[in-house]
Nanobody, 126 residues
Framework: QVMLAESGGGLVEAGASLMVSCAAS????????MGWFRQAPGQEREFVAG????????DYSDSVKGRFTISRDNAKSAAYLQMDNLKPEDTALYYC???????????????????WGQGTQVTVTV
């Protein structure tokens, strides 16, 4: 079992930067690929970014590519999402997700991920 806990959300103005963090814990919190998803009110949860367990491969949705950066620190069992040049359309509840995988490819589908955090709210005002 892997437990995930997000932190770092908040209210910012358009153009600002924000970093959200995800702490993983549990006896099996090893060799896990991690991802960030987001869900805005009335919309489906969508893939934002993903990173392999080694951290050597990343993937981003087109809407955030070039503005967001995913990273991880395996020594701390943590993953991060640095969000720059935020836009009002980035407003959503951001979820950290994880899956046991040694693959070098990133999965974007929600049902590929076994573990989920409770989410952290990011609100971007104009």
């Amino acid at each position: 079992q892997v437990m995930l806990a997000e932190s770092g959300g908040g209210l910012v103005e358009a153009g600002a930067s924000l970093m959200v963090s995800c702490a993983a814990s549990g006896r099996t919190a090893r060799n896990i690929a991690m991802g960030w998803f987001r869900q805005a009110p009335g919309q489906e949860r969508e893939f934002v970014a993903g990173i392999t367990w080694r951290g050597d491969t990343t993937d981003y949705s087109d809407s955030v590519k070039g503005r967001f950066t995913i990273s991880r620190d395996n020594a701390k069992s943590a993953a991060y999402l640095q969000m720059d040049n935020l836009k009002p359309e980035d407003t959503a509840l951001y979820y950290c997700a994880a899956r046991h995988s040694l693959m070098t490819t990133i999965r974007r589908a929600r049902d590929e991920y076994e573990y989920w955090g409770q989410g952290t709210q990011v609100t971007v005002t104009v």
